[in-house]
């Protein structure tokens, strides 16, 4: 069956300027979580979804980040008024259940020029 | 504070020999553990996870140990294929009641299987 998908595969933006990620989870999979890979780094989590729970936004960094899963399936990662230091890759992973094995989306390079 | 970390960035191994990547956390929360691999360009490949309550779990080529003691915990591939060079990331996740399973993990071994 088809795998977790994101898009934009790349995104090149300017500082200060808006963004917004997208990402579909794996069908009938109920847990959403979004990761980010900035260069030479580990995978660091942003934040999770779970069915019509309430997100658990405590990786975000800044305020400027804001996420969204609606409908439960589709969601976006929005950063405002991006900065430099926002270049990374933007993973999305989804599980069928919470603590259940979580299976990636090939990602979202994202450049802040 | 690096609560998961994979020390050797990089590791070369001839084909056919066995090749093991190694990991260490600092959590004891920490009960669920998880290894995948990364092909550049590409979003992380689960390969093999293991419970806290075992100390080894293999799946073919792959094996992963955990010595709970010492908060240490390795993947062994064996036979390495030159398919198998890739980066490794290593990933640890609570999953206790209450816990999200987010993961927490290494920041990678880069393994070169040469032919």
């Known amino acids: 069956g088809a795998g977790v998908s994101q898009s934009p595969s790349n995104k090149v933006t300017e500082k200060g300027k808006d963004v917004e990620l997208r990402c579909d989870p794996i069908s009938g999979h109920t847990a959403l979580y979004w990761y980010r890979q900035s260069l030479g780094q580990g995978l660091e989590f942003l934040i999770y979804f779970q069915g019509n729970s309430a997100p658990d936004k405590s990786g975000l960094p800044s305020d400027r980040f804001s996420a969204e899963r609606t409908g439960g399936s589709v969601s976006t990662l929005t950063i405002q008024r991006t900065q430099q230091e926002d270049s990374a890759v933007y993973l999305c992973?989804?599980?069928?259940?919470?603590?259940?094995?979580?299976?990636f989306g090939p990602g979202t390079r994202l450049l802040v020029l | 504070d690096q609560q998961v970390k994979q020390n050797s960035p990089s590791l070369s191994v001839q084909e056919g020999r066995i090749s093991i990547l190694n990991c260490d956390y600092t959590?004891?929360?920490?009960?669920?553990f998880l290894w995948y691999k990364k092909y550049p360009a590409e979003g992380p490949t689960f390969l093999i996870s293991i419970s806290s309550i075992k100390d080894k779990n293999e799946d073919g080529r792959f094996t992963v140990f955990l010595n709970k003691s010492a908060k240490h915990l390795s993947l062994h591939i064996v036979p390495s294929q030159p398919g198998d060079s890739a980066v490794y990331f290593c990933a640890a996740s609570g999953r206790g009641t209450g816990n999200t399973g987010k993961l927490i993990f290494g920041q990678g071994t880069t393994l070169q299987v040469k032919p």
């Open positions: 959590n004891s929360m920490f009960d669920y």
């Open positions: 992973a989804s599980s069928s259940q919470t603590q259940e094995t979580q299976y």
